[in-house]
């Protein structure tokens, strides 16, 4: 067996001053290929006065202007179906998906080229060899594998690793839980909600998940793989460790992954992407460990390069000596933060659904929950409304208590709702959990 | 000619050098044009490989024939 600890250890082992350099030798080379192929880029970057050559140090990064998704897609819908992003004719293409429309907008449409095939399979590979994936592995997908990328190119990495790879498509989650232990499955990979679900799913059938071979979950797709209360949740339903991963659909493949030293962060793929963190008011660098929003140029995509593109999430960057594995690789502390969007302003002040779900994933009793606000009278309303796991009911009680003075002391005394759901009424999801109905929207 | 140094100005080595080497032959290869169709697809799809290979290893190669 190959004993690096590193997917790629000439890189990962390179100095900051190295790595430094090389991002510049990629990035320049990114640039060119943009002006050379995508006239969309063309177009900007001309009007910016930007070329590759133009590129000679890290700070030249902010001569390139941002890309934002409403321009990518405005840019389809003025010239259906990919716009005039693509570097080189649909006819390179090899694969096609959308993104999960996770925000309510139209998704946009994705194309790949055989070598974009081959490098998100690669990041990939990068982060599930960094958390101990080995060809004697054996790795179940709990994963639909539709026209949404999720897992696709995970898939392909362990394909690639040499590990032995199981799709389960449209299995029934009883059914997956069933195969999983028949296999001697070594390593889970689902979203965080649906490895509790799967969990939930075995004791519902009486069979021992927790003293099966799993011995590691990958999870990905919500910012819960990095609340400390969530993972903790689905370390010990499942007896494994657990890792996060995270990337996004324009790229179509994971940018960051928690390594096997778990330091309560992601090490960013600093070889594959450049990420900066800028405060998304002003645009400006801030330091590290300050909050503010990731944007993301990526190396490796060709069909539809990404430059500086506003990813609307937001987290806190800090030097890669935070963790023990050696990489040169900067982190994501906390993973995902949230997004820039995705605060909720209740009554003057600032809810964010993941510190919601860090204290409901502190009391192991709640199965499922759901967070409504609406107005009442003009006035807005924050509810949580939580199902109990099975023979808890008697607790229930106290533990709506607990819960109305947690969250009332996580948000400067706000008064929330706490109501508790019948059994089996809130949704249940295997790909990004949408726990957040916000019916002022609609009125 | 592939170059034969890195990214960061650094000769290949051995093993690079030997990568770079399929790589540019692979492209050969791929780029005749009375290739059959088994021969041609196969060798787009090793080109995207190598092409992974040498990228990760910080050498600035063209990725396709065509």
């Known amino acids: 067996m190959n004993p690096s600890p590193f997917w790629n250890p000439k890189v990962e082992s390179l100095t900051r001053p190295e790595l430094d350099a090389l991002q510049v030798a990629k990035l320049r080379r990114a640039v060119r290929h943009a002006v050379e192929r995508s006239p969309f880029h063309r177009r900007k970057l001309e009007a910016a006065g930007v070329t590759g050559e133009c590129i000679r140090s890290l700070a030249d990064l902010r001569r390139i202007p941002f890309t934002t998704r409403e321009e990518w897609m405005s840019c389809q819908a003025s010239t259906p179906l990919f716009g005039d992003l693509l570097a080189h004719p649909r006819e390179k293409a090899i694969r096609y998906h959308l993104t999960s429309g996770t925000s309510g907008k139209n998704p946009l449409r994705v194309l790949d080229s055989r070598r974009d095939w081959q490098w998100i399979a690669e990041c990939w590979a990068v982060g599930f060899w960094g958390f101990g994936v080995r060809p004697a592995d054996t790795v179940f997908f709990a994963f639909s594998y539709g026209s949404f990328i999720g897992f696709w190119g995970a898939h392909y990495a362990c394909e690639k690793i040499g590990a032995l790879t199981l799709a389960s498509g449209n299995m029934p989650t009883d059914m997956r839980v069933r195969q999983i232990l028949e296999m001697g499955v070594t390593t889970v990979c689902a979203t965080p909600t649906y490895a509790l679900r799967l969990a939930q799913s075995a004791a519902e059938q009486g069979l021992d998940i927790k003293g099966s071979a799993v011995n590691k979950v990958i999870v990905s797709g919500e910012p819960a793989g990095s609340i400390p209360e969530t993972k903790r949740l689905i370390e010990e339903a499942w007896g494994a460790k657990v890792a996060d991963t995270a990337g996004m659909t324009e790229l179509g493949t994971i940018c960051m992954f928690e390594c096997s030293h778990q330091p309560g962060g992601m090490h960013i793929i600093e070889d594959h992407f450049l990420e900066e963190v800028l405060d998304p008011e002003t645009g400006m660098p801030v330091a590290y460990g300050e909050r503010g929003e990731r944007v993301v140029t990526s190396f490796g995509r060709e069909m539809i390069p990404v430059l500086r593109y506003r990813t609307r999430d937001l987290v806190e960057r800090v030097p890669a000596a935070r963790c023990g594995c050696g990489r040169v690789y900067d982190i994501y502390a906390g993973g995902i933060l949230g997004r820039v969007d995705d605060m909720l302003l209740i009554r003057g002040t600032n809810v964010y659904p993941r510190a919601i779900e860090s204290i409901v994933r502190s009391h192991p009793e709640i199965d499922e929950f759901q967070i409504v606000v609406a107005k009442a009278n003009d006035i807005d309303e924050i509810t949580l409304r939580v199902e109990l796991k099975p023979g808890t009911a008697d607790g229930w009680p106290a533990l709506e208590k607990q819960l109305h003075f947690d969250l009332k002391e996580a948000h400067e005394m706000l008064r929330f709702n706490v109501e508790r759901a019948a059994d089996g009424s809130l949704p249940r999801f295997e790909l990004k959990a949408r726990r957040v109905v916000d019916q002022r929207k609609k009125s | ?66």
């Not at chain 2, 990568?19 to 697809?41: E, N, Y």
């Not at chain 2, 995207?48 to 600035?60: I, S």
């Open chain 2, 1 to 66: 000619m592939t170059e034969m140094k890195d990214m960061l100005g650094r000769p290949a080595t051995a093993m690079e050098a030997e990568l770079l080497d399929v790589h540019a032959r692979l492209l050969h290869l791929a780029q005749r044009t009375d290739l059959p169709p088994c021969v041609a697809s196969g060798s787009e799809a090793a080109l995207a490989l190598t092409w992974q290979m040498a990228n990760d290893l910080g050498f600035a190669v063209d990725g396709s024939a065509r």
